[in-house]
T-cell receptor
C-alpha cells in the first residue's frame, strides 16, 4: 500500500502566481480531504469529497481557492492568485468510510508564497 | 458545536518517564474519540481510537480511556522513548458532524 501521495513536497512561488497541489488517495478509499496547517490556526479542513463529489467546501477561505477530483485516484487544490498569507503546509487525506474511519494523511506540501 | 481542548505544550520529558497529555471535549451527540500523531516532516497518523464510553484505545504502549462522565480522553504512556517525540492531536467526530474536530496539538520532546 503506497499511502496517500502528494506532490510537490515543497513549493516556493511569488505572490500572484498560480499554484497547483496534487494528491493521489489510497486505492479504494471513497473520501478525500484537503487540510491546511499553520502555527496560528492549527489544522483546518478546507474541503472534502465523497465518491469524487465535493460535499463540504465551507472551509475554503475564498474564491482564490478551488479543488477538483476528476476521478477516484486524483485530486488538485489550486490557488490563483496566491498571496503570502497562503503560506502553510497543505495535507491531503483519504479514508474508506468517512469521518469515523481512520484518516490516512499524505506527507503534505509546504507552500511558501513570497 | 464540537470542540476539543488539549493540554498546552510543549512537553519535555526524559526517556522512560511517564506521559500524560490531557484532552477534554464538548460534543453535540455521541462522539467517537481519536488520538493522532504527527512526526516531523510527515502527515498525521492515527494512534488510537475509542467509539463508546469506557472503551480503552491502545497502540504502541499508548492508552486512552473514553470517560463520558468527565468528557475526557487523556493520552498516557508508562515509559516514553526518544522516538515518541512528535506532535499529538486529540480529535472527535459525531454522527452528524461534517468534519473531524481537532485539538491544537501538543508537542512532545523526549530527551535521552
Amino acid at each position: 500500500d503506497a499511502g496517500v501521495i502528494q506532490s510537490p513536497r515543497h513549493e516556493v512561488t511569488e505572490m500572484g502566481q498560480e499554484v497547483t497541489l496534487r494528491c493521489k488517495p489510497i486505492s479504494g478509499h471513497d473520501y478525500l480531504f484537503w487540510y491546511r496547517q499553520t502555527m496560528m490556526r492549527g489544522l483546518e479542513l478546507l474541503i472534502y469529497f465523497n465518491n469524487n463529489v465535493p460535499i463540504d467546501d465551507s472551509g475554503m477561505p475564498e474564491d482564490r481557492f478551488s479543488a477538483k477530483m476528476p476521478n477516484a485516484s486524483f485530486s488538485t487544490l489550486k490557488i490563483q492568485p496566491s498571496e503570502p498569507r497562503d503560506s502553510a503546509v497543505y495535507f491531503c487525506a483519504s479514508s474508506k468510510t468517512g469521518l469515523n474511519s481512520p484518516l490516512h494523511f499524505g506527507n503534505g506540501t509546504r507552500l511558501t508564497v513570497t | 458545536g464540537n470542540s476539543v481542548t488539549q493540554m498546552e505544550g510543549p512537553v519535555t520529558l526524559s526517556e522512560e518517564a511517564f506521559l500524560t497529555i490531557n484532552c477534554t471535549y464538548t460534543a453535540t451527540g455521541y462522539p467517537s474519540l481519536f488520538w493522532y500523531v504527527q512526526y516531523p516532516g510527515e502527515g498525521l497518523q492515527l494512534l488510537l481510537k475509542a467509539t463508546k464510553a469506557d472503551d480503552k484505545g491502545s497502540n504502541k504502549g499508548f492508552e486512552a480511556t473514553y470517560r463520558k462522565e468527565t468528557t475526557s480522553f487523556h493520552l498516557e504512556k508508562g515509559s516514553v522513548q526518544v522516538s515518541d517525540s512528535a506532535v499529538y492531536f486529540c480529535a472527535l467526530s459525531t454522527p452528524k458532524a461534517r468534519q473531524l474536530t481537532f485539538g491544537s496539538g501538543t508537542q512532545l520532546t523526549v530527551l535521552p
